[in-house]
């Protein structure tokens, strides 16, 4: 698999999963997608948003069903500064409208063109006269439409079939620290599944928290997300992607998301966080809160009765017929929260990844070369002559005391190139020194026997 994905793929990759977790939900892939674009546009990661149509929507998710992942990739194209389609004179007429008139329709700029007789009727779609003015970068006006909300409670039927996971801020120990745990709870059964704590959202306790769970109970349909920071990274993107998991950022159009995890936050904070707030009794080391937290939902929260499901998380949680996706290699999952970025080394022999100066051997200056992160353990490892090698900050204080090599390299290269004409295996050679020869050889041989002169 190419690790060098591009932000398009995970874009249209997100636009896709979005599609793919309402189908799971029972729901058409027409029905979906008329859902999903209820708006005109697909919300992304970092709440970006982009227009796409219900038949490139459509494409897109028979793409990535037929051929995966990898099909989600753009193709390339060569980019024209002109259209290829409309004339010349139609172009600086649309220039000289849209210029003139800023507010003036694409339509009725053709249909005074067809007037003025530039183009005949029917000759230009308006869709090229369109992309031809945002090509030229001509101004565009776009109406929006009020619709109505048809937002549904709802939930998904079988167990992993959706799984929500949210951070919530609190505070621990006698000098009341900050941090923030992850859960992880399953839509349909509130069964929770795992949980990671952490001082502040990132992308690392995030994933080690879906590894947790995927390790204990398989991998999940749909993974629902907020728009934190520790959610937004694009590697979360990849390894979802490559695990087969569709993951969603949640907006306003997603309400099945934040009712059950905000609930279960308040819950929890009610319970047992606030408790933790300046209590000397309570470490605020990571291991010791997520054990505390941990004990609370998987002994105390998953068997206490729920009032909506008229019975316990774990007792629905057992007779949900949707069989586990357990996954059997262990090394195998790890392997896939492993990803390969590219950087340049610099002139010191160093890359510089996420503000942290991590030193490369020697020989890779200036070069291209591919780091392997693996996101679980925080490691960086370089392929360096058929061996993995673990890459760590340069020692400055080290580093600073010893010699430079460059140095002596140009010393002793000086002086070799001086002892190389006494201690040459042989005599250097050029044509006045073989003309020499050639006129006053010896005239005697090396073993001292004198030698006869060969005549011209």
Known sequence: MDVHVSEISLARYSAVSQVLAKVAGAASVRAAIGETLQKGYVVLPGDQRIRVSPRTLFRWVSIFKSKGFAALAPVSRKSTSESVVLQKPFLDFLKAQKTADNEATIPDIIRSAVLLGIVKDGEVSRTTAWRAALRANLPLMGVQKKSASTKRRFEYKHRMQMVLCDGKHFRAGAKRRKRVVFTFIDDSTRKVLGVAVCRAENKRTFLRGLYKVILRHGKMQCLYLDNGCGFVSKDGYLICAR???????????????????????????????????????????????????????????????????????????????????????????????????????????????????????????????????????????????????????????????????????????ARERRKGIVNSTGPIMTAARMSFEKDYSPIVGPNGDFLEKQQD
């Open 243 to 413: 695990l087969g998991i569709h993951i969603i950022n949640g907006t306003e159009g997603y309400p099945e998301g934040h009712g059950k995890i905000e609930r279960y936050n308040r819950t929890q904070f009610a319970d047992l966080l606030r408790t933790f707030a300046g209590d000397t009794s309570v470490e605020s080391s990571f291991e010791n809160l997520e054990l505390r937290i941990q004990h609370y939902a998987f002994s105390v929260y998953n068997e206490r009765y729920h009032e909506s499901l008229k019975k316990s998380p774990n007792e629905k949680w057992k007779v949900d017929p949707l069989a586990l996706n357990i996954v059997a290699d262990k090394n195998a999952l790890a392997r896939e929260f492993v990803v390969t970025k590219k950087h340049k080394v610099s002139s010191a022999n160093t890359v510089s990844s996420g503000g942290e100066l991590l030193e490369m051997p020697l020989g890779y200056a200036g070069q291209q070369v591919d780091i392997m992160y693996d996101l679980l353990h925080k490691e960086a490892r370089f392929l360096h002559e058929g061996k993995a090698i673990l890459l760590k900050s340069p020692n400055l204080a080290a580093n600073s005391k010893e010699k430079r090599s460059g140095k002596n390299m140009k010393r002793i290269s």
